[in-house]
């Protein structure tokens, strides 16, 4: 049996945790916060919750698996509702559209209200584009977001290290440009440029048109908690209140994790945080570029709303993004808003100027600037901005021997599902005690 010690009590340190115990690993979890949870941990405040997660969206199969290869199934510990309508966009020329989720021929139909200067609809070139990514996804699921091959295919290889931007593919494939907003939307919404962002990350499209998007009942502090409890099933000992100062390394292998009250002795370390909080990795995430998380606004409001998809973008400068869902007390709603761009106003005013006004109906408000977050989450929780091809990012292994990554650090994607993967990635590097 080895001895694990997991950095982070996010949803990569705790998914990573609950794999390696199963496999009978003896795991440690240190977190600095209080609680678990990281990102997954909603915002209080005047008996409002609000999601704090920049993902509010899962893949089944990822949380499935994850559930399914710690203990009991998933079906028996949270309950996962799907989303309709992924999100809503409404350009600045007043049109709109709603994107559904797993299913091509709503998303046919969807666009085909989309209409270019000629009048023609615009569903046939979304699912165009959409569908190029099937055998993309099918070659990156195989050799490298469920599994590392040592060796993957040349076409694999050639994939990863193609030149081919995101920006470039969405130019030649749309000549309407609110398809390019639409199909770039998730990138630049993560902190991105699409001229840094490779072709073929452009597959989460269609994840969510084969997949759907899925959500927990009860908001993402319920995965949170679902997953702490699963830590105490499987005997994982958890420490909160517990910063990592660094890596102890002995012969360039790390030995145990330096805390101030101590040393953790360990085996292997699976590092689920920011890796240029320890020094002994900082000189190895230098080449990377931390993505800039946007400017939050959670508002809690009371009495009549306007009636708002999962998810409502308002391109523009600053485009808003806005997420009505949490907890809020009778006759009140929790929405949240992310911003990106230039602000010049308040953002209810900003709002207001996309007939979405709020302004009379606020009595709870917290407002989160991106150093405020990547405060909160000890670095950002959006991971490594895109630099091309050549991105460098740590994940599985590291420079180090002995020592693991995972999280939105260590993987190329973005969201939730990805670093679930990356989890999984870690329990496969390690193996079985």
């Keep these: 049996m080895a001895r694990v010690v997991v950095v982070g009590g996010g949803f990569a340190g705790l998914a990573s945790a609950a794999r390696l115990a199963k496999l009978g690993h003896a795991v440690s979890l240190l977190e600095a916060e209080p609680t678990l949870g990281g990102a997954l941990r909603p915002v209080e405040q005047d008996n409002f919750s609000w999601d704090a997660s920049a993902s509010t969206t899962l893949l089944p199969a990822v949380v499935r698996d994850l559930f399914r290869k710690s203990g009991r199934p998933l079906e028996r510990e949270l309950e996962l509702e799907p989303v309709e309508i992924v999100r809503e966009h409404r350009f600045r020329d007043r049109t709109s559209v709603r994107l559904p989720g797993g299913s091509r021929a709503a998303q046919v139909a969807a666009f085909d209200e989309l209409t270019d200067k000629r009048g023609r609809p615009q569903g046939q070139a979304w699912v165009d584009h959409v569908g190029t990514y099937g055998a993309v996804w099918e070659a990156l699921r195989q050799h490298v977001f469920e599994a590392?091959?040592?060796?993957?295919?040349?076409?694999?290889?050639?994939?990863?290290?193609?030149?081919?931007m995101l920006h470039r593919r969405l130019r030649a494939d749309f000549s309407d440009e609110r398809l390019r907003l639409v199909a770039g939307h998730p990138f630049e919404a993560a902190g991105h440029v699409l001229r840094d962002v490779p072709a073929w990350a452009g597959l989460t499209a269609y994840l969510e048109q084969r997949f759907?998007?899925?959500?927990?009942?009860?908001?993402?502090?319920?995965?949170?908690?679902?997953?702490?409890?699963?830590?105490?099933?499987?005997?994982?000992?958890?420490?909160?209140?517990?910063?990592?100062?660094?890596?102890?390394?002995?012969?360039?292998?790390?030995?145990?994790?330096?805390?101030?009250?101590?040393?953790?002795?360990?085996?292997?370390?699976?590092?689920?945080?920011?890796?240029?909080?320890?020094?002994?990795?900082?000189?190895?995430?230098?080449?990377?570029?931390?993505?800039?998380?946007?400017?939050?606004?959670?508002?809690?409001?009371?009495?009549?709303?306007?009636?708002?998809?999962?998810?409502?973008?308002?391109?523009?400068?600053?485009?808003?993004?806005?997420?009505?869902?949490?907890?809020?007390?009778?006759?009140?709603?929790?929405?949240?808003?992310?911003?990106?761009?230039?602000?010049?106003?308040?953002?209810?005013?900003?709002?207001?100027?996309?007939?979405?006004?709020?302004?009379?109906?606020?009595?709870?408000?917290?407002?989160?600037?991106?150093?405020?977050?990547?405060?909160?989450?000890?670095?950002?929780?959006?991971?490594?901005?895109?630099?091309?091809r050549s991105t460098a990012r740590l994940g599985p292994t590291t420079p180090i021997a002995g020592v693991y990554a995972a999280g939105a650090h260590a993987v190329g994607g973005d969201g939730l599902p990805f670093v679930g993967l990356s989890a999984a990635l870690v329990a496969q590097a390690i193996g079985p005690a």
């Design 212 to 388: 759907g998007a899925w959500r927990p009942v009860g908001g993402m502090s319920a995965l949170a908690t679902a997953l702490a409890d699963r830590m105490a099933t499987r005997k994982v000992e958890v420490h909160t209140s517990t910063p990592a100062v660094d890596l102890v390394l002995r012969n360039g292998r790390a030995v145990g994790v330096r805390t101030a009250e101590g040393e953790v002795d360990a085996d292997a370390v699976v590092v689920a945080t920011d890796p240029r909080n320890l020094p002994a990795l900082k000189v190895h995430a230098a080449r990377a570029t931390p993505a800039i998380p946007p400017f939050v606004v959670h508002l809690g409001l009371e009495g009549a709303v306007p009636d708002l998809p999962a998810e409502l973008v308002l391109h523009g400068d600053p485009t808003l993004v806005v997420r009505p869902g949490g907890r809020a007390p009778e006759g009140g709603h929790a929405w949240t808003v992310h911003v990106r761009g230039r602000i010049f106003e308040d953002i209810l005013v900003a709002l207001a100027r996309h007939k979405v006004d709020v302004r009379d109906r606020v009595v709870s408000r917290v407002d989160l600037s991106p150093r405020d977050l990547v405060e909160r989450w000890h670095g950002s929780p959006l991971g490594v901005v895109w630099r091309g």
């Design 148 to 164: 590392r091959t040592t060796a993957p295919p040349v076409e694999v290889t050639a994939l990863l290290r193609s030149r081919e």
